[in-house]
């Protein structure tokens, strides 16, 4: 376990708060991290694209002209890819490109992931955002005492904490997710990370 600060609502010191070293503290692996994030973007791809071959094409039934004597090239239909509005060659059309992932790799992507973030001091932990209603003046002081303000944040609230939803929502190039909802890819995808200190013990709980 490895000791790691807790700030309060002005950006000062409140607490310590012990992380589990297999959680926050193993060296990253990119090679697993960049892998799971490239899956998660292939199953985000909605695979709705459509174009329609020649034989799907209204039209060209009839041959435009006979096959010999007009000493222009034969041609069989109007709809053939060469011609303008005809069909395409190969037409792509929709389908899934989702792929599985394995569970042992997703937890390991998430643990690397935060490990990279102690590492790079761009995780910050506070005891609790503390909104008694939703005030985007009040995120908007908490993120400037916190020195995030004006970064690319992921903050991570509790599913329970709507205050704090409703305050960090409006805020520009912010992201808010909730535990349960945590992933690699917005785990990584920022220039901080922010999350209450209860919230961080329980990853090292799920991840272990």
């Keep these: ?3 790691f600060e807790v700030k309060n609502s002005e950006g000062k010191k409140a607490s ?3 992380l589990a070293e297999g959680v926050f503290g193993i060296k990253p692996n990119a090679q697993i991290m960049h892998h799971i994030v490239t899956l998660q973007q292939a199953c985000w791809r909605q695979g709705t694209q459509s ?3 020649r034989g799907e094409v209204s039209g060209g039934g009839k ?4 096959q010999k004597g007009t000493g222009r090239a034969r041609q069989g239909s109007i709809r053939s890819p060469q011609w303008r509005h005809g069909g395409v060659v190969f037409a792509p059309k929709p389908r899934s490109y989702a792929k599985q992932m394995n569970n042992k790799e997703v937890k390991l992507a998430m643990r690397s992931a935060l490990s990279a973030k102690v590492r790079d001091a761009e995780l910050v932990l506070v005891d609790d955002y503390g909104f ?3 005030s985007t003046k009040a995120a908007v002081a908490l993120l400037k005492a916190l020195g995030l303000e004006g970064k690319r944040l992921t903050i991570i609230v509790r599913e329970d904490d709507m205050n704090a939803y ?3 929502r409006n805020i520009p190039r912010t992201f808010i997710i909730t535990p349960d909802e945590a992933n690699t890819y917005d ?3 920022n220039a901080a990370l922010l999350m209450p200190a209860d919230v961080a013990m329980h990853f090292g709980e799920v991840l272990a």
Excluded: D, G
């Design 63 to 66: 041959k435009p002209w006979r």
């Design 132 to 134: 008694e209603k939703p």
């Design 1 to 3: 376990m490895s000791k």
């Design 166 to 168: 409703l305050s960090f």
């Design 51 to 53: 174009a329609k071959t």
């Design 187 to 189: 785990l990584v995808n």
């Design 16 to 18: 310590e708060v012990e």
